[in-house]
């Protein structure tokens, strides 16, 4: 018998009696997942937000077009990055529908130590040539086969210990994100600010990814120590799915293509707010420090904010509240950066990000509780898997690739604002099919 897809996503304090064990786990579920969670994020947004001095350290080349084109590399290897993605989401996802969610989750953080180590002792383009740009690449592939199967299953590992309030247990994988944001930001404005511009460039940018390769052992650990979940241990009493991956692309299309729209703003949020420090130095031509201020404030927002979004999603439902946050950012998306072209400073740039972070919070924190309950435990972690991951790597991942080529190619500076504009409708659409065809109210 599959579990109810609905289910999931619903906070059923009042007809559950919780016990302090359970709640324990709960609370020891966001540990082992949100450590994980914040070390895939602080690698991306890191790697996103030291672009510009990755691009002249892995990607050189002579002059102003030059730059563009080292910019254009340096996220097109990000971008790469995110088309293998899908294919970690169909395998990690799939192994933990048969295997587990504690064994996919153990593998994953494994995979990202390793793209991280990579990443953290890659020799330059001045010491090896074109081959360190190879070096960049396989990085960023590692981590993104890693992170194509790190949401789905920390999502369900969360959301599956959690007895009642799993929209606010969830949002803890998008308040870890904050976390991430924050302290990678923090480092982008140090690094810019407290050393000089050649200790950047020689060794200073390295500290970041050595910092969170600390972060992978512990995260190790604890997901060692962890239980599995007791939805997991249920179905697998039973029997779990053989090919819980062709079950999903066959026979539940509707509902990961439904789900895959519904990423889209989210993604876009999060990468537009990462664009920002290369927009503000190659576009604006504001201090180098400019875009990371916003970052840390946004990182806040999302820190502290996602978790009461969630104890509100609980109350009213994840896919109202994302609603609400969709229109306003379609109706947001073009004045923001109107504004912010009209006056291009530090504070109107700032005011920009925590804008961004706000709508982010209230779209993106409920988030994982809609997409565990569009899927039964079966096939849980693959749907989610696929369907986030595609929506990351579609809205998100080729974001700033995107933008890059948009704004050098159209000739305006509103490029970001349009291509928000468009991604939040169509997130708005596949909330409406949610709610309206996967009963998500």
Known sequence: ?????????SGTATATQVTPEQR???RRAVVASSIGNALEWFDIIVYASLAVVISALFFPSAGEQGAVLGLLLTFGTFAVSYLIRPVGAMVLGSYA????????LTLTIGLMMLGTALMAFAPTAQLVGPAAAVVILLSRLLQGFSAGGE????????IENAPTRKAFYGSWQVATQGAAMLLASLFGLGLNTLISHDALYSWGWRVPFLVG????????YIRLRMDETPEFVAVAADKVESSPLAQTLVHHAPRWLAATATVGLASISVYLILFMPTFAVSNLHLPSWAG????????????VGCPLVGNLADRVGPARVMTVAAVAAVVLAIPLFALIVAVPTVAILTLVQVVLGL??????????????????????????????????????????????ALIAGLGTLMAPGYYYAVVAVISLAGIIVCRRVFGQR
Do not use: C, E, W
Request: charged share 10%.
């Open 24 to 26: 324990a786990t709960a």
């Open 292 to 303: 990371y201020l916003g970052g840390i404030i946004s990182g806040i927002v999302s820190l």
């Open 97 to 104: 529908d048969r295997h587990g969610r504690k064994k996919a």
């Open 359 to 404: 709508l982010m919070a209230f779209y993106f924190g409920p988030l994982p509780a809609l997409l565990a309950a569009m899927f039964p435990t079966r096939i849980r972690t693959t749907g989610m898997s696929i369907a986030y991951n595609l929506g990351v790597t579609l809205f998100g991942g080729l974001a700033p690739l995107i933008l890059t």
């Open 213 to 220: 390769l600390l972060i992978g052992p512990v995260g190790l």
């Open 151 to 158: 949401f789905g299953t920390a999502t369900a590992f969360l």
């Open 1 to 9: 018998m599959q579990h109810d897809p609905a289910s999931a996503g």
